[in-house]
Structure formats: structure tokens, C-alpha cells
T-cell receptor, first 117, second 109 residues
Framework: GAVVSQHPSRVICKSGTSVKIECRSL??????MFWYRQFPKQSLMLMAT?????????EQGVEKDKFLINHASLTLSTLTVTSAHPEDSSFYIC?????????????FGQGTRLTVV | DAKTTQPPSMDCAEGRAANLPCNHS???????VYWYRQIHSQGPQYIIH???NNETNEMASLIITEDRKSSTLILPHATLRDTAVYYC??????????FGTGTRLTVIP
């Protein structure tokens, strides 16, 4: 089946630094990818929709200058957490659907656990 | 996209069928019902989806009521590895998925 690969799976960074998370669709093309954040014991919260070749669409309350999204190709989207702070520590998950196919399932990456110290 | 309501938690004995309900009374005619699950510290895993007919695959069965206002996910023979949070989501097209709180299923030995 289709696979979405997310890297890294875990990262620890110092407060004030930036962290980049990659999301790749390995065997299909994805015009659109989605980024979620999940805090302990909570559900997934959609942060933004990543659109290939254009600007991402951010959900209300998500700072676009802090969470930079780049979707440079049909198989790769990146999320950069800029000037990270301890409150940004969370589980970040990406997902993708195959382009041009309606009503099909979304595939999720394995997630990235970010710890800001 | 329509909202869903699920019980927060359920237990199931190992080897028995797990029946997870979901209410989606405001579902519209072109919205599909999707089920995903999330095992601790992993990304969600797709299970099954359907529009109005019942569906079955190697993982589970999905029973959708005739009025489409509710559905049930059935794991026919639950194993310990099926312990997870199960999410029922209704949406249409290629839209993003909005996750509710889901049902935490615990399979008991």
C-alpha cells in the first residue's frame, strides 16, 4: 500500500533554534499534504494544508511565520518550526492523499516527536 | 464536514468482536465515513471507509445504517494489538481530515 515517510522520528533541540521535519509520499504523488500536531492525551489538531507550488493554508490560531511549510514537489513537504520554544514540544504528523483521486484514504507518516529544551 | 460522536472508551475481550459505534446525524449525501486508528506514539492508520453500503476488508467491517446517521466498525476477532484510539470521521472529496476525540479501545487478555 501507499506509504508516507516522515523524518526525523524524534528530535531534541535547544530553545531558540529551528527544526525541519520532512514528509515524503514514497509511491504516489500528492498535490496536497496536511500537517497535524498532537499534545499528550489529546486528538490530532490540523495545523495547515500544504499545497504543491503555492502557499500553505493555515488553520486559525496557527502562526504561519513560526511554522513554515514548503511543498516544493509532488512528493515532499517540509515543516520548519522556527525559534522553537518548550511549548512547541509536541508530536507532529503529516498525511497525504493521492492526487486526482477523490474519496480515497489518507496515509499518515509515523510522526515526529519534538522536544524543545 | 459533519461532526461525529463516539464513546470515549470501550473494553473488549481478546478474541471477541469489537463493535465501535459512531453517530454522524448531520452527515450530508456526499460525505463518506472513514475510520482510522492510532496506536500509542504512532501516526494514524487507515482502516476502512464507505458511503452508504456496508464494507469489509481484511482488517474490519463497516456497517452504515440506512439513514446514514450512524455507523459501526467491527473488528471480528480483537487481539491485544488492536488496542488503540479509533477515530470515526466524515468528510467529502480530498478535504483534510478533522479528528474528534475518538474511542479508546482496550483489548483485555
Amino acid at each position: 500500500g501507499a506509504v508516507v515517510s516522515q523524518h526525523p522520528s524524534r528530535v531534541i533541540c535547544k530553545s531558540g533554534t529551528s527544526v525541519k521535519i520532512e514528509c515524503r509520499s514514497l509511491d504516489f504523488q500528492a498535490t496536497t499534504m496536511f500537517w497535524y500536531r498532537q499534545f499528550p492525551k489529546q486528538s490530532l489538531m490540523l495545523m495547515a494544508t500544504s499545497n504543491e507550488g503555492s502557499k500553505a493554508t493555515y488553520e486559525q490560531g496557527v502562526e504561519k511565520d513560526k511554522f513554515l511549510i514548503n511543498h516544493a514537489s509532488l512528493t515532499l513537504s517540509t515543516l520548519t518550526v522556527t525559534s522553537a520554544h518548550p511549548e512547541d514540544s509536541s508530536f507532529y504528523i503529516c498525511s497525504a492523499r493521492e492526487s486526482q483521486v477523490q474519496n480515497t484514504e489518507a496515509f499518515f507518516g509515523q510522526g515526529t516527536r519534538l522536544t524543545v529544551v | 464536514d459533519a461532526k461525529t460522536t463516539q464513546p470515549p472508551s470501550m473494553d473488549c475481550a481478546e478474541g471477541r468482536a469489537a463493535n465501535l459505534p459512531c453517530n454522524h446525524s448531520t452527515i450530508s449525501g456526499n460525505e463518506y465515513v472513514y475510520w482510522y486508528r492510532q496506536i500509542h506514539s504512532q501516526g494514524p492508520q487507515y482502516i476502512i471507509h464507505g458511503l452508504k453500503n456496508n464494507e469489509t476488508n481484511e482488517m474490519a467491517s463497516l456497517i452504515i445504517t440506512e439513514d446514514r446517521k450512524s455507523s459501526t466498525l467491527i473488528l471480528p476477532h480483537a487481539t491485544l494489538r488492536d488496542t488503540a484510539v479509533y477515530y470515526c470521521i466524515v468528510q467529502t472529496g480530498a478535504n483534510n481530515l478533522f479528528f474528534g476525540t475518538g474511542t479508546r479501545l482496550t483489548v483485555i487478555p
